[in-house]
Nanobody
Framework: QVQLVESGGGLVQPGGSLRLSCAASGSIFSSNTMRWYRQAPGKQRELVASIASGGTTYYADSVKGRFTISRDNAKNTVYLQMNSLKLEDTAVYSC????????????WGQGTQVTVSS
């Protein structure tokens, strides 16, 4: 069974920074994609950023230039460095892992709260 454990959320002032981590454990296919989603109260969940095991990245337009996703394949860990945080970045951030091995596998973390407030 695969488990994803996030950490690093918290309260930060506008313009501040936070770094989220998501560590995956269990039997994981080496070729996979790890993603960060977020969901703010009353809004739909949105994809923030993703990174494939080969390093290809994707960013939502709303976070380009401010957030950086990276991963350590040896540790099965993905990071989200969030800089220049805005009030509208407040949300629960969740880690997601997907891979294909005869069928699609998808796993979610429990989520971590990020609150940007003055």
């Amino acid at each position: 069974q695969v488990q994803l454990v996030e950490s690093g959320g918290g309260l930060v002032q506008p313009g501040g920074s936070l770094r989220l981590s998501c560590a995956a454990s269990g039997s994981i296919f080496s070729s996979n994609t790890m993603r960060w989603y977020r969901q703010a109260p009353g809004k739909q969940r949105e994809l923030v950023a993703s990174i494939a095991s080969g390093g290809t990245t994707y960013y939502a337009d709303s976070v380009k230039g401010r957030f950086t996703i990276s991963r350590d394949n040896a540790k099965n860990t993905v990071y989200l460095q969030m800089n220049s945080l805005k009030l509208e970045d407040t949300a629960v951030y969740s880690c997601n892992l997907v891979y294909w091995s005869r069928r699609n596998y998808e796993y979610w973390g429990q989520g971590t709260q990020v609150t940007v407030s003055s």
